[in-house]
């Protein structure tokens, strides 16, 4: 031993034999370190003929030894002749690539990604690509099947990459059923991972047997997902599920994914409504307008005439996001009637989220189709013989004043608070005086001297108390004393 230390040139590879089959590990791991200089001593040809067989049909038992063989291998392309001989490293890696202890596993894979750069072209493909794709499948098998939720979470989270890497077969053979377990898997968590990759993994298949694939394979567990007791798992599944629309095609999409969506649209959690309601656009792609107004709308407007409040406060949420992705045209003869409605509601909630629900639209579809479409009906509402709903008319004035700009507020929905201000309900006239207050920034200075001071300084003198003391509130912020 002293001899081979002092001179490494005459190194024999039997006492390195010796030393790695010697039952101190502490000494197999110290002739592990030394490999590089042993394989330096032996020169490239004897580390590619004599070297390395040897430590590729050698078992190690102990993962310290294994660890820092698995190390040390990634820094070996020159100890073999460089990159030209670099695929002589492949053999060893293998086989530790497919030990049970992680940790040497995930350096061994290091090192096989250390070493796949200097690979050539031609021999990444008839050296490297032949070993990956045999070591990827059992590995993953165990890893989507692992009796931790954490590990199978993992594969589901990295489903897509993994299917890029191993191409079409292996997809068809292996990570199809893979997949469907994944799916219907016992934790949440797990399900919500794969939910969340449904449409990229479907979108990544072979064309020639995609919908095969989908319709035998995911659609099944995809439906079962539907009803999850998780609510994150439906929402996951929501967030991604329209986008097979445009996957499966028209008639599909009709037969087999609209009763889907249909079933998320009504699902108690607000999540999975709103993850539909945000992707329609995907679905009238495909099958236009007509056919999503038949389907779908129902459900809409079924809830939005539902009779728990909250349900009904939640559609008027999306309201503005659906008007969005359906256009105007569509809105309009669909939709309108509907978010007026809300406007009456019994509930205050509803009436004051319709109000805000107006300025929105407002926002989306701009002031002109405000004063052809909404503006008129609003200022009807003045009329109405429930004093509620005539303030309701104030509260929308109040919104849509900031977006609806100065001229039509000035010609259009002034003249009809005026008017409000001699209501018999005082609730009704301190609204008036809130509401001049409100819209006094949008109105021009000779407007709010000639025609709101003398308004508001009527509601001044008012005998109710209420009346008084906002009137006199607004003269001071709009400085009009």
Request: aromatic share 6%.
């Amino acid at each position: 031993m002293a001899g081979a230390d002092s001179d490494d040139s005459l190194y024999p590879i039997a006492v390195l034999i010796d030393e790695l089959r010697n039952e101190d590990v502490q000494l197999r791991l110290n002739s592990i370190k030394k490999l590089s200089t042993i394989a330096l001593a032996l020169g490239v040809e004897r580390t590619r003929t004599e070297l390395l067989p040897f430590l590729t049909d050698t078992i190690y038992d102990e993962d310290e030894v294994l660890l820092a063989l698995a190390e040390q291998l990634g820094n070996f392309t020159m100890l073999v002749g460089g990159p030209e001989y670099v695929h002589c490293l492949l053999p060893p890696l293998e086989s530790l690539a497919t030990v049970e202890e992680t940790v040497v596993r995930d350096k061994a894979v290091e090192s096989l990604r250390k070493i796949s750069h200097e690979h050539s072209p031609v021999d990444l493909e008839v050296h490297f690509e032949p070993l990956v794709k045999p070591l990827v499948m059992p590995t993953l098998r165990q890893a989507a099947e692992d009796k931790s939720w954490r590990v199978r979470y993992m594969v589901a989270d990295k489903f897509s990459d993994l299917q890029k890497a191993v191409g079409p077969e292996i997809t068809k053979n292996d990570l199809v059923p893979a997949f469907q377990n994944l799916l219907k898997d016992c934790e949440a968590e797990v399900r919500a991972a794969a939910a969340n990759k449904v449409k990229e993994f479907c979108e990544n298949l072979p064309e020639d047997s995609r919908e095969t694939i989908i319709m035998t394979h995911i659609l099944p567990c995809v439906k079962e997902l539907v009803s999850d007791t998780n609510q994150h798992v439906k929402s996951a599944l929501a967030s991604v599920i329209m986008g097979l629309s445009t996957i499966l095609g028209k008639d599909n999409t009709i037969e087999h994914l609209l009763p889907l969506f249909l079933a998320q649209l009504k699902d108690e959690c607000p999540e999975v409504r709103l993850n539909i309601i945000s992707n329609l656009d995907c679905v009238n792609e495909v099958i236009g307008i007509r056919q999503l107004s038949q389907s779908l709308l129902p459900a809409i407007v079924e809830l939005a005439e539902d009779a728990k409040w909250r349900v009904r406060l939640a559609i008027i949420e999306y309201m503005p996001l659906l008007a969005g992705q359906l256009g105007v045209e569509f809105f309009d003869e669909k939709l309108n009637s509907l978010c007026m409605a809300w406007l009456v509601d019994h509930v205050y909630a509803i009436r004051e989220a319709a109000t805000c629900n107006l300025m929105k639209l407002v926002e989306k579809f701009g002031a002109e189709w405000a004063q052809n479409t909404i503006v008129p009906k609003v200022l009807g509402m003045a009329n109405d013989p429930n004093y509620l709903h005539r303030m309701t008319t104030l509260f929308c004035i109040n919104a849509l004043s900031e977006v609806c700009g100065q001229e039509i507020t000035t010609k259009h929905m002034l003249p009809v608070v005026f008017k409000m201000s001699n209501d018999q309900v005082a609730n009704v006239r301190f609204n008036v005086a809130k509401s001049l207050q409100k819209i006094g920034p949008v109105l021009d200075s000779n407007c709010l001297q000639t025609e709101v001071k003398p308004v508001l300084e009527k509601l001044a003198s008012d005998q109710d108390i209420d009346v008084k003391y906002f009137a006199q509130e607004a003269i001071s912020v709009l400085s009009l004393a």
